[in-house]
């Protein structure tokens, strides 16, 4: 996936427009829409929003529908199918969601569902500078269960589950601790198709510890990936030419001996 181009934040209108006109267009310009969902108390549900947003005017269930009528994630084959991140901010958010992503899933061909990306930061990540709450949204047991017991529709769905990571420090790694929390919390559940979102800036100081995400992978299946993300707007979330070329050194090296493990 290193070749998409991902669409963020795509929480209003005109951006939402934008994103799937390349593929009314013929164009694919675009591989992966990610959007940001909290909940509106003054609407009484799911809207497309980041904190400290409380409110905002595109719906979730509009969102859904106007993807859908795209055909943004129709393919013939899954390698050529398009990415829907959903980036849910709050515990309350996912739950007033599930009847309208599960109505869309209905619509979508079973193939295609592990496209559709349920992101949330589940458990305490790196960092933590004075007056900073790392404190998770969700109850991570209580997260997998609602969708993975309760959610049926939502079980073949590609749960993308992180850290909450620290807004002073760039660099504070992920440690062995975080790493076997999240391992003890995916036991139970085998099948599941997992991508682990690691702050890229983190990643170079915490490899010895995220490696361990890759022996653990059940049965060698492939079902869990991680996915790199960072900043192109802030100066203290970028990351240096040198950076990429020891991630890109690793994940074509390194990795490929651990997976054959």
Request: glycine letters at 4%; a negative charge; charged letters at 25%.
């Amino acid at each position: 996936l290193i070749d998409y181009m991902w669409y963020h934040a795509v929480n209003d209108q005109q951006k939402l427009s934008s994103a799937v006109s390349s593929v009314k267009q013929n164009e694919h310009k675009v591989h992966a829409i990610e959007a940001d969902i909290i909940y509106s108390e003054e609407k009484g549900q799911s809207v497309m929003g980041h904190p400290p947003q409380v409110d905002g005017e595109l719906t979730l269930s509009s969102l859904l529908h106007q993807v859908h009528e795209s055909n943004f994630q129709s393919a013939k084959t899954d390698a050529e199918a398009n990415i829907l991140k959903l980036d849910f901010k709050s515990m309350k958010a996912l739950k007033s969601s599930i009847d309208d992503v599960q109505n869309y899933l209905k619509d979508l061909p079973h193939r295609l569902h592990q496209h559709v990306w349920i992101n949330a930061d589940i458990l305490a990540g790196p960092g933590g500078g004075e007056g900073e709450d790392m404190r998770p949204k969700f109850g991570a047991v209580e997260f997998m269960d609602l969708l993975t017991a309760q959610a049926s529709m939502m079980k073949s769905t590609t749960l993308s589950i992180g850290w909450t990571t620290s807004l002073t420090d760039m660099h504070a790694p992920y440690t062995l601790d975080m790493i076997n929390e999240m391992l003890t919390l995916l036991r139970p559940y085998p099948e599941r198709n997992i991508t682990f979102p690691i702050r890229s800036t983190s990643f170079r100081h915490s490899w010895a510890a995220l490696r361990n995400l890759y022996d653990n992978d059940v049965d060698k299946q492939k079902k869990w990936t991680l996915t790199l993300w960072w900043s192109l707007t802030s100066e203290r979330h970028k990351m240096t030419e040198d950076e990429m070329n020891w991630i890109h050194g690793l994940l074509e090296s390194d990795t490929q001996s651990v997976l054959s493990n």
